[in-house]
């Protein structure tokens, strides 16, 4: 199960902060991203990267393990 | 399997507003360490904005907490690498903070004065870029837009 965290923005259009997923076979962050688009209307036109396990996401081909916590992050805002 | 931070960290990120006294405390704490020759500061103050809705009243913080902290470790251990420094400390709010209060406390000591400023000001555009924090900036009526750093 991939461990979903939703922040800010994100966590407003999905409507709510954490849910967990499944699939049958490891999925890529671009596959991931693809499916949770589909599900969400306007999470599509968000701009967001993507963390799995604490580490922020720079090639979306990258496969994320089973029983990952994945976090989607809008703009930061700290300091 | 996630990697622990070994070393017991103390935590950047606080509760509400940091009040003016504990800046003068930390301070008054690095008085004992006489290698320091230098310190400096960097002080985040809430701004209120000004935007067609109305005037920022106040950010609140939000965090993804465990990837924050992570960070704030990470770009510790950095400056610690790149520069010669005896001591620091970073301090970052979460909830809400009004417009004039503190909301980062960066404080950076040196033996000599040569790389502090740079060292404070690598510390503080890395916070800005790498820490998964997150403001909602909040106009008196209730309404709010979500910050972005530039």
Known sequence: MIRLKYFGMIAENTGKQTELVDFEENVTVEKLKHFLEERYEGLEGLTYKVAVELELIHDETALIPKDAEVALLPAFAGG | ?150
């Open chain 2, 1 to 150: 399997m996630r990697q622990t931070i070994q070393k017991k960290t103390k935590k950047v990120l606080v509760e509400g507003a940091i009040p003016p006294d504990f800046i003068a405390e930390s301070i008054a704490k690095h008085q004992t360490k006489t290698t320091i020759g230098a310190h400096d500061i960097f002080l985040g103050q809430v701004r209120a904005d000004e935007f067609p809705d109305g005037v920022v009243h106040a950010i609140e913080y939000s965090a993804y907490e465990e990837m924050a902290e992570k960070a704030f470790h990470e770009i510790r251990e950095q400056a610690f690498e790149k520069f010669n420094l005896t001591c620091m400390h970073i301090y970052h709010s979460l909830g809400e903070v009004k417009a004039g209060e503190i909301c980062l406390f960066v404080f950076v000591s040196s033996p000599h004065r040569q790389g502090l400023h740079e060292a404070l000001s690598f510390i503080v555009e890395a916070i800005k870029e790498q820490v998964p924090v997150f403001g909602r900036e909040l106009f008196e009526d209730g309404r709010y837009v979500w910050k972005e750093n530039a």
